[in-house]
């Protein structure tokens, strides 16, 4: 009887493991449209560990014995445990709702906003050592056609988010799910020219100054001293701000900035900032390398967005970012349009004084230089959009032929 009992007690153990370890896959959708909804962010704040919807709103979570946290900028949040988790295929968000405060609209000054944010910025945002487990990837294509795809783990180590000098920060590479970079495609006569270190990328130092808002809010203020703003819409804990700069002349170009800011009511920190720079007439000439042909590359916009999260700690945490650039290629008579994309997405969050330097990231150079080409495994956390997973199995085609 004994023996029957401890087997029974081994078969219970084995099926909670089992079911402790489940993955679920999730669709999010607006409750209004019926639309995917991107960027969603499945969290468990006990464990301060989650994963993002992708662009078809789908996300796969692992069940854990805690509260889930579903939640994103435009929409009420919602709390799961884990047991509803189990059946839970298909969830609908429902969009924040929208009031108009008149004390607010009348007494707010953006720039005064923005500088509050920088005066108080180390009782606003996490000021302890950290290290964050993201998820980074890249996207390049040319006339809508994917030419690059990269997803890889890295690990972000930081004294605080208070950017100050590199040597405060490190980024470490860990496996690498896929790294896909294909030729253009653009110098069609010329197909040695079309090598794919020779197409864009974000300069590395470039992501640093924008992951990290006291360095982007000191430039953006510095850029931009005087905005246009509407208070758009105000929801019960936030304000969301509209803007615009006025047109600037920059050599032999103009620019402005435009965007929206989500603040806290509460703690009156920034928790969104969306920020697009439009370019006029930013056009450079160059020439191809081997055949001296020239061509032309026109910078038409880039935009980036910050994403916050409180932390167990009651600060405010990135929990997502994303750059991206639009611009065109000229040759031959020939335009091509292009649209570079990296995004960042903080899987894990864990306080720790010190981490180690093995595989750190050359910040000097472009993340997908520093990708070793053998190291390949298929640990993804974001699951990929249709797109995406068509282009890894043409590619594999490809590659098996």
């Not at 219970?12 to 409750?31: A, G, K, M, P, V």
């Not at 108009?100 to 005066?119: G, Q």
């Not at 208070?162 to 790294?179: A, H, T």
């Not at 990231?361 to 640990?379: C, R, W």
Request: hydrophobic share 35%.
């Amino acid at each position: 009887m004994r023996k029957i009992k401890n087997c029974f007690r081994i078969i219970l153990l084995l099926n909670s493991i089992i079911s402790y370890s489940q993955n679920r896959e999730i669709l999010i959708l607006d409750s209004a449209t019926k639309l995917p909804v991107e960027t969603v962010n499945i969290y468990y704040p006990e464990i301060q560990e989650g994963t993002f919807t992708n662009s078809d709103g789908k996300a796969t979570i692992n069940i854990r014995e805690y509260d889930l946290r579903i939640s994103h900028i435009a929409y009420q949040e919602k709390i799961i445990n884990s047991k509803e988790l189990q059946n839970l295929n298909t969830l609908y968000l429902t969009p924040k709702s929208v009031i108009l405060d008149e004390v607010i609209v009348s007494s707010f000054n953006i720039t005064k906003a923005l500088k509050y944010v920088l005066e108080n910025y180390e009782n606003l945002y996490e000021n302890q050592p950290f290290e964050k487990e993201c998820n980074f990837k890249e996207t390049l294509s040319i006339d809508n056609n994917l030419k690059r795809l990269i997803v890889t783990k890295v690990n972000w180590w930081s004294r605080s988010y208070n950017y100050r000098q590199l040597r405060d920060l490190k980024l470490r590479l860990g496996s690498i799910d896929f790294n896909i970079n294909n030729p253009m495609d653009i110098f069609t006569d010329i197909p040695k020219e079309n090598i794919p270190s020779n197409s864009g990328f974000i300069d590395t130092k470039n992501l640093i100054n924008n992951v990290y808002l006291n360095i982007f809010l000191i430039n953006f203020i510095k850029i931009n001293p005087k905005l246009n703003f509407i208070i758009e819409n105000s929801s019960a804990n936030e304000i969301l701000v509209s803007f615009t700069s006025d047109w600037k002349k920059r050599y032999t170009y103009s620019f402005r900035s435009k965007g929206k800011i989500i603040f806290d009511k509460e703690t009156k920190a920034i928790i969104s900032f969306t920020n697009e720079v439009e370019n006029k007439n930013r056009v450079t000439k160059s020439y191809t390398i081997r055949a001296n042909k020239e061509f032309s590359y026109e910078t038409i916009s880039s935009s980036s967005i910050l994403n916050f999260q409180k932390n167990k700690n009651n600060k405010w945490t990135v929990n997502s970012f994303e750059v991206s650039a639009d611009f065109n290629i000229t040759y031959n008579d020939v335009k091509h349009n292009g649209n570079i994309k990296n995004n960042l997405y903080v899987l894990k969050n864990t306080q720790i004084e010190k981490v180690k330097n093995a595989g750190l990231i050359n910040l000097s150079k472009p993340i997908y230089q520093n990708l070793p080409k053998d190291i390949v495994t298929n640990s993804n956390a974001i699951l990929l959009s249709e797109e995406e997973r068509n282009f890894i199995d043409v590619n594999d085609v490809v590659k098996n032929k």
